[in-house]
């Protein structure tokens, strides 16, 4: 199952959400990215296509997914629980289906825009006293460029306001055309890493296009200052001095005002297990390192940063 010209894959829709742009908010993760992030906070959004994902902590060990599957690929081994061979699966779900337990379900669901709006509107009272409302994030929205474009109308006719959050990493025009549109309030743009080595070996793409595309916003008046940066902060990975100072520099020139500075947590290794792969360990900085990165854009380059999404 994919995307259709009238649907997309959504992950999740997340309310009240507090760290995704201002205010209170529904976020719409969609599914399908073009990086590969070796940190991925979300990776059970990286692939496109649907998914089977497991919690192992529901299982009952009822054996109904073993019943079921027409693949054979469902196994229950003493200590592990229920095994699934990703290679014999197909995801029919039919497995899914059975488990009353939701031990085993599809990652996302098929929706229309009517349908993610009519969930996000529930809560449009607290958009409006909060000066929140939409984030429409990811995987990487850009990847569905012409759906997220006809999300962002509608909800613009049903008096919502849009906070997109993106790698950069994709169609420049497509970005542009977003980017300006009048419901558009806030950009969340990802900084990984300025050095395009660390970048490359780190996330799997060339940070070239991400960097160019982020110029190309920040040089529109209409645009730049809706540009929030996001910088997951990885120790050893990119949070040297040189690599702040060289973004500090960046940011800086083209002229944007705002940092969300995301330090390393884990999350993400046990739901890329559930979705039958393995995800590296890495470390979050210091409290002291964090602190002076803080300081150094607040104080040097003027930015107005916020530390999130600590756990
Ligand atoms: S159907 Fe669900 S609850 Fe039952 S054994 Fe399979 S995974 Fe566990
Ligand atoms: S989704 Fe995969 S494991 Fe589940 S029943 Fe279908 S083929 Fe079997």
Known sequence: MSNTPESVLVGSLQKFSVEDGPGIR??????????????????ELIDPQQQL???????????YCVKVCPRGAVTMIAEKGVVIDREKCDVCLACANECYAQALRPVAKLMTIDEILCIAEQDKGFYDNTEGGITVSGGEILMHAEIVSQLIDEAGKRGINVCIDTSGFGDSQALMEMAR??????ILYDMKSIDDEIHSAY????????????????????????????????????????????TGELYREIGVK?????????????KKRNVGGMQEEFEQPTEERLTEIESYFKNEINLKVEILGRV
């Open 26 to 43: 529904t976020t719409i993760f969609m599914k399908g990215c073009p990086l590969r992030c070796k940190w991925c906070h979300n990776p």
């Open 53 to 63: 994902i497991k919690s192992p902590n529901n299982c009952i060990g009822c054996g």
């Open 181 to 186: 549109k009048e419901n558009v309030t806030n």
């Open 203 to 246: 996330t799997g793409v060339s940070n070239h296009l991400i960097i160019e595309n982020l110029k190309m916003l920040a040089a529109d008046i209409s645009i730049v200052d809706k540009l929030i940066m996001r910088m997951p902060l990885i120790k050893g990975v990119n949070d040297s001095d040189a690599i702040i100072k060289r």
């Open 258 to 270: 705002r940092v969300n500075l995301l330090p390393y947590h884990s999350l993400g290794i046990s």
